[in-house]
């Protein structure tokens, strides 16, 4: 028996892969118990969460997917610079026959704007001896920049990393810069918009877009996002001005984009599978991030990059003492020699030592909005029926990351960062090579990369597969994965097999429907299609070519339903087009729909892609999520309910018909808890209810899923948002990571003080350690601890910590913790004495896994450290080792001259090194400086 998916792609006529064409053109309780417990989490620093994206009524924030890597005590953190990702890569090739992104132009959409990114700019360019760009435009777009907001934000370091970045990848290609007018998604919409359309931007006291067609820009990069269940498929644009943008309005602009030949990428987030470390959200019914999961939208995860080195050293080694969030002074030269080593998924890594209660992890997983693109098939893709993603991926990890030079918190200077927002910037920059390389824009990749993962051998020419990793939702493996995607690109080699591609294409198609409203106009949504309207599709081939072959559609709903198969379009020589339609039954499901049409001529083939809303728009008004700790609600309490519900042709609310809200566990359509009619209140215009908790129910993540039909037969398209019911619980432990036979510290944050609490460490279901917790009044945390075993398994174990608060209300909650293997390290220091000036002392350091088998790939830094004569010391320098193959061992070199205010007197050297598993080792030595 055939799964949906497999039925959907099979059942046209002819069966390949193609580059589809056309639209892609290529806490403590409450008190009382009537309202919502909140709780209270330990501090975090401002400049870790650069702004904290909350949800208010149908206002929608974003959030920058960067990680600054704050405490240089913690880890190691390996500062890439430009020539070093390039060579990793492989993008050099490229850049050496003159494939520099000229004539092609990168458009980076941001928020708030950053004052000094042009100074920025130039600095980061005269350090590593890049060129200034041929043009770097920046655009204000809906009014004036809000620069001060953009510091306050946290948007400036963002800025940063997307420009610098992307010309580091290719720096022949021009720059526009179009800046949202806050972080709000309307104004970040408008913004991609804008740079869709070639805007100009608006005058300081301007509103709009500016003036379209002043500029053509090619590649279009969005490194922000938040989770797919802050969104709506209402518009709210009843109201003037819009209030907000769902996700069907942005879906048209880049459904525009792809038609023009614009490359559109979105990074996948940090906060691990379902945003949980941002948003605290714990399982996995959505949560994956927006504008990343459009099918018309490259979405780009995260690795851990460990390079292959050769000879030479990393220069950019940290001068001096650095607190925690603060620039640091480059010092030294980088001549390191390097190629691709390894990657693995940028796994969950509790962040205990720099962020309390904070967590990272590349993200990805499944879409709620979005049904299964017609070209997303192949290795290791599930046939689910909906959205996966990310697609590709690229380094993401601080610890691996790379330098930016930018405004941290109002401080301009050196920084070390990581997360997707790295990856976002950098494929763009890629893509403007490959443009370049095929001379024209490529528009939606992913049609031409999941062909690629289809074809093994260009599969293993042009992307390196990543398969080892976890980011607390679903582990890497072979083919594509919901950690990275496809994996991440040999550049050289991906731009022959792309070229190779390209030019064998000889059906290209343009599929369009009838609602669609082009120019698309700020703010002003795309009707969407009632039940019993036709939906008319409309077809061009090659630009308004007659086939030989049949050119056929097939139709699926939101939830990967095939809804009309092999529905023939026929031909119309007015338009030059093929035309056809499907009659919307009251038995198919509202949601996002979308078409892929297949036209055959002769022996060639092509394919196009197009998608719509079907149904009223539900706006979410309450339960609505205001970030960790809210939503959280115990036995007896009320949870309010109201919901707006607009029109398809968003010209009405909609106060006739049945509405519900269903209370599902854990997941969007999971466990049944209750169902609550809903009634219209015509003064607010809303439909509203109340559920109050009973004793008798299961407690934890709820989803809260609104639905219903209007009088005029209309289905509503499923609005979520969720709620906590019972107690809220957040684990974590005192370390990224553990060795065998280590001793591990577990916290949990919670909102209860009162009853009992465990953790539980389990390893593929078995349960290996229980840990019965205390509360402790003085940090306000649940504690407990456990040694871990010293032999058995190693790679990612499950903490669950289950609670409750002895009046009825529990909770749970888990998170994956890596336990890995020791390393064996060796340190020999050549000079024992050396002179405060031209005094030089070299480390060699030989690391070996528990196997006895040489470690050659990882990071291994040297921290030097000056002891004071009451045994205080403080950090003076790091120092990245090089492994040279030719002496078998890990080589780095401590100067004096590189160094500022050394005292005289006793420094200790503490080596840290990592295999790319995460196998840690430590050794330490000690010189004099007289």
């Given at each position: ?343 693995t998924a940028w796994s969950w890594l509790n962040d205990y030592a720099q962020r309390p209660g904070y967590a990272s992890a590349t993200g990805g997983g499944f879409s709620s909005l979005f049904g299964q693109p ?455 220091i050549s000079k024992k004495v050396i002179p405060s000036t031209n005094g030089i002392t070299d480390f060699t350091v030989t690391i070996k896994n528990v196997k006895g088998i040489p470690v050659t790939v990882g ?72």
């Amino acid at each position: 028996m055939k799964n949906v998916v497999s039925t959907r792609i099979l059942s046209f006529v002819v069966v390949s892969l193609f580059l589809l064409s056309g639209v892609f053109a290529t806490a403590v309780y409450a008190s009382g118990r009537n309202s919502p417990a909140q709780f209270t989490a330990p501090p975090v620093l401002s400049s870790d969460l650069p702004s904290t994206p909350t949800s208010s009524g149908l206002l929608h924030r974003a959030e920058p997917m960067y990680v600054i890597n704050s405490n240089p005590l913690c880890c190691n953190a390996m500062p890439n610079t430009p020539s070093l990702i390039r060579e990793f890569y492989n993008s050099t090739s490229l850049l050496s026959q003159g494939i520099t992104g000229k004539g092609v132009t990168i458009a980076i959409v941001d928020a708030f704007g950053d004052p000094n990114i042009q100074s920025e700019l130039q600095t980061f360019d005269q350090t590593f001896g890049l060129p200034a760009p041929p043009s770097f435009n920046v655009m204000c777009v809906d009014g004036p920049c809000n620069y001060a907001s953009g510091i306050v934000e946290g948007w400036s370091p963002e800025i940063a990393i997307d420009v610098e970045w992307s010309h580091a990848m290719a720096p022949g290609a021009n720059i526009n810069l179009y800046i949202g007018s806050s972080n709000y998604f309307y104004a970040l919409y408008d913004a991609d918009l804008a740079a869709v359309e070639g805007a100009s931007g608006t005058s300081p006291s301007g509103t709009g877009l500016g003036t379209p067609g002043v500029y053509t820009n090619n590649v279009i990069s969005n490194s922000w996002g938040a989770p797919e269940n802050d969104y709506t498929a209402s518009q709210s644009c009843i109201l003037v001005p819009c209030i907000s943008s769902g996700y069907p309005w942005i879906d048209q602009v880049f459904q525009e984009a792809a038609r023009k030949g614009i490359s559109v990428f979105a990074s996948s987030g940090d906060d691990g599978a379902f945003d949980q470390a941002g948003y605290y959200q714990t399982l996995p019914y959505g949560g994956i991030e927006s504008p990343s999961d459009d099918p018309f939208v490259t979405a780009v995860g995260g690795t851990s990059a460990y390079p292959s080195t050769t000879t030479g050293s990393y220069g950019f080694v940290v001068n001096g003492s650095v607190p925690g969030g603060s620039p640091f002074t480059p010092v030294g030269k980088t001549t390191v020699s390097e190629t691709y080593g390894y990657e693995t998924a940028w796994s969950w890594l509790n962040d205990y030592a720099q962020r309390p209660g904070y967590a990272s992890a590349t993200g990805g997983g499944f879409s709620s909005l979005f049904g299964q693109p017609a070209y997303q098939v192949g290795p290791g893709i599930p046939d689910s029926g909906v959205r996966a993603v990310p697609d590709v991926a690229w380094d993401a990890d601080p610890h691996t990351g790379v330098m930016i030079y930018g405004n941290n918190g109002g401080v301009i200077g050196w920084y070390e960062f990581g997360g997707t927002s790295l990856g976002s910037p950098s494929w763009a920059g890629v893509t403007a090579l490959l443009d370049q390389e095929v001379g024209h824009g490529l528009g939606s990749l992913n049609p031409i990369f999941y062909s690629i993962l289809n074809n093994p051998a260009e599969y293993s020419k042009a992307f390196h597969q990543v398969n080892y990793g976890n980011n607390n939702g679903y582990s890497a493996q072979a083919g594509w994965n919901p950690d990275t995607g496809i994996g991440t690109p040999n550049v050289g080699e991906l731009a022959d097999v792309i070229s190779s591609i390209v030019a064998s294409q000889s059906v290209t198609v343009t599929l369009k429907n009838n609602l669609q409203q082009l120019p698309i106009q700020p703010e002003v949504p795309t009707p969407a299609y009632a039940y019993g309207q036709s939906v008319t599709l409309q077809a061009t081939i090659n630009g308004g070519m007659k086939v030989s072959g049949p050119v056929l559609v097939n139709i699926t709903s939101q939830n990967g339903v095939l809804l009309a198969t092999n529905l023939p379009l026929t031909w119309d020589g007015a338009s030059l087009s093929y035309i056809g339609s499907y009659t919307i039954k009251q038995s198919d499901p509202a949601g996002e729909w979308s078409a892929d049409v297949l036209a055959v001529n002769n022996k060639e083939s092509g394919m196009g892609y197009n998608e719509f809303e079907v149904g009223d728009g539900l706006n979410i008004y309450s339960p609505v999520y205001n970030g960790p700790g809210t939503n959280l609600y115990t036995v007896g309490q009320t949870i309010p309910l109201a919901v707006q519900v607009e029109n398809p042709a968003n010209t009405a609310y909609v106060g006739t018909g049945h509405y519900k809200a269903t209370f599902y566990l854990n997941t969007l359509g999971g466990q049944f808890i209750a169902s609550v009619p809903l009634t219209y209140n015509a003064t607010a215009e809303l439909w509203e209810g109340a559920y109050t908790i009973p004793k008798n129910v299961p407690q934890g993540s709820w989803v809260v899923a609104y639905s219903g039909i209007d009088g005029n037969g209309n289905w509503a398209v499923i609005s979520y948002s969720w709620v906590i019911a019972g107690i809220f619980i957040w684990p974590y432990t005192d370390s990224y990571f553990y060795v065998q036979g280590q001793t591990m510290q577990i916290y949990a944050i919670t909102s209860s003080v009162t009853g009992t609490m465990k953790s539980t460490l389990s390893y593929d279901g078995l349960t290996i350690r229980t840990v019965y917790m205390t509360y402790d009044a003085t940090s306000g945390l649940w504690q407990g601890s456990t040694t871990l075993p010293s032999s058995g398994p190693t790679g990612f174990y499950t903490l669950t910590t289950y609670g409750n608060d002895g009046m009825g209300d529990y909770g749970s909650n888990s998170e994956v913790i890596s336990v890995q293997s020791a390393l064996s390290v060796s340190l020999s220091i050549s000079k024992k004495v050396i002179p405060s000036t031209n005094g030089i002392t070299d480390f060699t350091v030989t690391i070996k896994n528990v196997k006895g088998i040489p470690v050659t790939v990882g990071t291994v830094m040297a921290r030097i450290n000056y002891t004071y004569p009451n045994g205080t010391s403080v950090l003076t320098m790091r120092v990245a080792l090089v492994y040279n193959a030719a002496q078998s061992a890990w080589l780095g070199s401590f100067n004096t001259n590189l160094a500022t205010g050394l005292e005289s007197g006793k420094y200790i050297v503490v080596i840290n090194a990592f295999d790319p598993f995460k196998d840690y080792g430590q050794a330490s030595g000690e010189f004099i400086i007289k």
